[in-house]
T-cell receptor, first 112, second 111 residues
Framework: EDQVTQSPEALRLQEGESSSLNCSYT??????LFWYRQDPGKGPEFLFT???AGEEKEKERLKATLTKKESFLHITAPKPEDSATYLC?????????????FGQGTILTVHP | ETGVTQSPTHLIKTRGQQVTLRCSSQ?????VSWYQQALGQGPQFIFQ???????GRGNFPPRFSGLQFPNYSSELNVNALELDDSALYLC??????????FGPGTRLTVT
Protein backbone atom coordinates (compact mmCIF):
# COMPACT_ATOMS: atom_id res chain seq x y z
CA GLU A 1 0.00 0.00 0.00
CA ASP A 2 1.27 3.46 -0.91
CA GLN A 3 2.36 5.55 2.08
CA VAL A 4 3.25 9.23 2.36
CA THR A 5 4.62 10.78 5.55
CA GLN A 6 5.24 14.48 6.03
CA SER A 7 7.42 16.09 8.67
CA PRO A 8 7.34 18.10 10.77
CA GLU A 9 3.60 18.17 11.53
CA ALA A 10 3.88 21.87 12.37
CA LEU A 11 6.62 24.44 11.80
CA ARG A 12 6.85 27.94 13.20
CA LEU A 13 9.28 30.36 11.55
CA GLN A 14 10.17 33.99 11.91
CA GLU A 15 9.82 36.08 8.78
CA GLY A 16 13.00 35.63 6.73
CA GLU A 17 14.01 32.38 8.46
CA SER A 18 14.52 29.77 5.72
CA SER A 19 13.64 26.10 6.30
CA SER A 20 12.55 22.86 4.61
CA LEU A 21 9.55 20.57 4.75
CA ASN A 22 9.99 16.84 4.18
CA CYS A 23 7.81 14.31 2.36
CA SER A 24 8.92 10.68 2.45
CA TYR A 25 7.10 8.06 0.43
CA THR A 26 6.85 4.32 -0.08
CA UNK A 27 5.15 3.46 -3.34
CA UNK A 28 5.36 0.95 -6.16
CA UNK A 29 6.03 2.81 -9.39
CA UNK A 30 5.97 6.56 -8.81
CA UNK A 31 4.40 8.48 -11.69
CA UNK A 32 4.60 11.88 -10.07
CA LEU A 33 4.91 13.71 -6.77
CA PHE A 34 2.75 16.77 -6.21
CA TRP A 35 2.94 19.66 -3.75
CA TYR A 36 -0.13 21.64 -2.81
CA ARG A 37 -0.78 24.60 -0.53
CA GLN A 38 -4.04 24.69 1.45
CA ASP A 39 -5.44 27.67 3.34
CA PRO A 40 -7.94 27.04 6.17
CA GLY A 41 -11.37 26.00 4.90
CA LYS A 42 -10.30 26.09 1.23
CA GLY A 43 -9.33 23.56 -1.42
CA PRO A 44 -5.68 22.68 -2.08
CA GLU A 45 -3.85 24.96 -4.52
CA PHE A 46 -1.47 23.24 -6.95
CA LEU A 47 2.19 24.23 -6.61
CA PHE A 48 4.52 21.71 -8.30
CA THR A 49 4.77 18.33 -10.00
CA UNK A 50 8.03 16.35 -9.90
CA UNK A 51 8.45 13.26 -12.04
CA UNK A 52 11.98 11.90 -11.57
CA ALA A 53 14.78 11.83 -9.01
CA GLY A 54 17.03 14.86 -9.28
CA GLU A 55 14.29 17.10 -10.63
CA GLU A 56 13.85 20.56 -9.10
CA LYS A 57 11.15 23.19 -9.55
CA GLU A 58 10.95 26.77 -8.23
CA LYS A 59 8.21 29.30 -7.73
CA GLU A 60 8.89 32.57 -5.93
CA ARG A 61 10.22 31.65 -2.46
CA LEU A 62 9.49 27.92 -2.87
CA LYS A 63 11.73 25.21 -4.32
CA ALA A 64 10.78 21.54 -4.54
CA THR A 65 13.26 18.71 -4.98
CA LEU A 66 12.86 14.95 -5.44
CA THR A 67 14.95 11.89 -4.60
CA LYS A 68 14.01 8.22 -4.90
CA LYS A 69 12.62 8.15 -1.37
CA GLU A 70 11.63 11.70 -0.46
CA SER A 71 10.88 15.22 -1.55
CA PHE A 72 11.73 18.51 0.08
CA LEU A 73 9.94 21.82 -0.12
CA HIS A 74 12.47 24.55 0.63
CA ILE A 75 11.14 27.93 1.72
CA THR A 76 13.58 30.81 1.36
CA ALA A 77 13.05 34.01 3.37
CA PRO A 78 9.39 33.25 4.11
CA LYS A 79 6.76 35.94 4.63
CA PRO A 80 3.63 35.77 6.82
CA GLU A 81 1.51 35.20 3.69
CA ASP A 82 3.32 31.86 3.20
CA SER A 83 1.50 30.58 6.30
CA ALA A 84 -0.65 27.60 5.23
CA THR A 85 -0.78 23.81 5.29
CA TYR A 86 1.51 22.25 2.70
CA LEU A 87 0.40 18.88 1.33
CA CYS A 88 2.45 16.31 -0.52
CA UNK A 89 0.81 13.65 -2.70
CA UNK A 90 2.02 10.78 -4.86
CA UNK A 91 0.51 9.38 -8.02
CA UNK A 92 1.50 5.81 -8.68
CA UNK A 93 2.19 4.06 -11.94
CA UNK A 94 0.74 0.90 -13.38
CA UNK A 95 -2.80 2.21 -13.23
CA UNK A 96 -5.05 3.76 -15.79
CA UNK A 97 -6.26 6.45 -13.47
CA UNK A 98 -4.76 9.30 -11.49
CA UNK A 99 -5.38 8.52 -7.83
CA UNK A 100 -3.45 10.81 -5.47
CA UNK A 101 -2.33 9.54 -2.07
CA PHE A 102 -1.74 12.44 0.32
CA GLY A 103 0.35 12.90 3.43
CA GLN A 104 -1.21 14.50 6.49
CA GLY A 105 0.35 17.89 5.73
CA THR A 106 2.73 20.31 7.44
CA ILE A 107 1.18 23.38 9.06
CA LEU A 108 3.52 26.32 8.46
CA THR A 109 3.19 29.50 10.49
CA VAL A 110 5.41 32.48 9.67
CA HIS A 111 5.54 35.22 12.29
CA PRO A 112 6.32 38.83 11.31
CA GLU B 1 -10.55 30.49 -17.75
CA THR B 2 -13.01 29.28 -15.10
CA GLY B 3 -11.63 27.14 -12.30
CA VAL B 4 -13.26 24.23 -10.52
CA THR B 5 -16.48 25.16 -8.75
CA GLN B 6 -18.46 23.23 -6.13
CA SER B 7 -21.89 23.59 -4.61
CA PRO B 8 -23.16 23.99 -2.02
CA THR B 9 -20.47 25.59 0.16
CA HIS B 10 -21.85 24.24 3.41
CA LEU B 11 -24.46 21.62 4.21
CA ILE B 12 -25.96 20.27 7.41
CA LYS B 13 -27.71 16.89 7.32
CA THR B 14 -29.13 14.42 9.81
CA ARG B 15 -27.82 10.89 10.24
CA GLY B 16 -29.54 8.50 7.81
CA GLN B 17 -30.32 11.17 5.21
CA GLN B 18 -28.95 11.34 1.68
CA VAL B 19 -26.87 14.17 0.15
CA THR B 20 -25.79 15.23 -3.34
CA LEU B 21 -22.74 17.42 -3.92
CA ARG B 22 -21.95 19.04 -7.27
CA CYS B 23 -18.79 19.95 -9.13
CA SER B 24 -18.05 21.78 -12.38
CA SER B 25 -14.73 20.99 -14.05
CA GLN B 26 -12.14 23.49 -15.16
CA UNK B 27 -12.29 24.32 -18.86
CA UNK B 28 -10.38 21.76 -20.97
CA UNK B 29 -10.47 19.05 -18.31
CA UNK B 30 -12.18 15.68 -18.88
CA UNK B 31 -11.53 13.80 -15.62
CA VAL B 32 -13.02 14.42 -12.18
CA SER B 33 -11.83 13.00 -8.86
CA TRP B 34 -13.52 13.25 -5.47
CA TYR B 35 -11.74 13.34 -2.11
CA GLN B 36 -12.84 13.40 1.52
CA GLN B 37 -10.79 15.46 3.96
CA ALA B 38 -11.35 15.04 7.69
CA LEU B 39 -10.19 17.82 10.00
CA GLY B 40 -6.41 17.84 10.38
CA GLN B 41 -5.88 15.10 7.77
CA GLY B 42 -4.84 14.95 4.15
CA PRO B 43 -7.51 14.32 1.49
CA GLN B 44 -8.51 10.69 0.90
CA PHE B 45 -9.40 9.47 -2.59
CA ILE B 46 -13.03 8.41 -3.02
CA PHE B 47 -13.28 7.78 -6.77
CA GLN B 48 -12.52 9.16 -10.21
CA UNK B 49 -14.70 9.60 -13.30
CA UNK B 50 -13.60 9.61 -16.92
CA UNK B 51 -15.88 9.39 -19.96
CA UNK B 52 -18.90 9.26 -17.64
CA UNK B 53 -17.71 6.04 -15.98
CA UNK B 54 -16.07 5.31 -12.63
CA UNK B 55 -12.39 4.87 -13.39
CA GLY B 56 -11.00 3.90 -10.00
CA ARG B 57 -12.22 3.83 -6.41
CA GLY B 58 -10.68 4.21 -2.99
CA ASN B 59 -11.61 2.43 0.21
CA PHE B 60 -15.14 3.81 0.54
CA PRO B 61 -18.40 1.82 0.85
CA PRO B 62 -20.97 1.56 -1.98
CA ARG B 63 -23.21 4.17 -0.33
CA PHE B 64 -20.75 6.66 -1.83
CA SER B 65 -21.61 6.90 -5.53
CA GLY B 66 -21.13 9.37 -8.31
CA LEU B 67 -21.96 10.53 -11.80
CA GLN B 68 -20.17 12.38 -14.54
CA PHE B 69 -22.14 14.24 -17.20
CA PRO B 70 -21.31 14.87 -20.89
CA ASN B 71 -20.07 18.38 -20.02
CA TYR B 72 -17.62 16.74 -17.56
CA SER B 73 -19.39 18.09 -14.48
CA SER B 74 -19.94 15.58 -11.69
CA GLU B 75 -22.03 14.66 -8.66
CA LEU B 76 -21.14 12.84 -5.46
CA ASN B 77 -24.01 11.09 -3.72
CA VAL B 78 -23.85 9.73 -0.19
CA ASN B 79 -26.69 7.60 1.16
CA ALA B 80 -27.49 6.69 4.76
CA LEU B 81 -25.28 9.41 6.20
CA GLU B 82 -23.21 8.60 9.28
CA LEU B 83 -21.65 10.98 11.79
CA ASP B 84 -18.17 10.06 10.47
CA ASP B 85 -19.13 11.37 7.04
CA SER B 86 -18.75 14.90 8.40
CA ALA B 87 -15.81 16.32 6.42
CA LEU B 88 -14.70 18.66 3.65
CA TYR B 89 -15.52 17.09 0.28
CA LEU B 90 -13.18 18.13 -2.49
CA CYS B 91 -13.59 17.81 -6.21
CA UNK B 92 -10.56 17.96 -8.50
CA UNK B 93 -10.48 18.12 -12.28
CA UNK B 94 -7.68 17.21 -14.64
CA UNK B 95 -6.90 16.44 -18.22
CA UNK B 96 -6.54 12.64 -18.07
CA UNK B 97 -4.06 11.79 -15.28
CA UNK B 98 -2.14 15.05 -15.27
CA UNK B 99 -2.15 17.70 -12.53
CA UNK B 100 -5.38 17.82 -10.52
CA UNK B 101 -6.85 21.22 -9.72
CA PHE B 102 -9.15 21.40 -6.73
CA GLY B 103 -12.33 23.29 -6.07
CA PRO B 104 -13.06 25.14 -2.83
CA GLY B 105 -14.85 22.15 -1.30
CA THR B 106 -18.20 21.48 0.36
CA ARG B 107 -18.24 21.34 4.15
CA LEU B 108 -20.70 18.60 5.20
CA THR B 109 -21.83 18.34 8.80
CA VAL B 110 -23.86 15.30 9.86
CA THR B 111 -25.74 15.60 13.17
Amino acid sequence: EDQVTQSPEALRLQEGESSSLNCSYTVSGLRGLFWYRQDPGKGPEFLFTLYSAGEEKEKERLKATLTKKESFLHITAPKPEDSATYLCAVQTGGTSYGKLTFGQGTILTVHP
Amino acid sequence: ETGVTQSPTHLIKTRGQQVTLRCSSQSGHNTVSWYQQALGQGPQFIFQYYREEENGRGNFPPRFSGLQFPNYSSELNVNALELDDSALYLCASSFLTYEQYFGPGTRLTVT
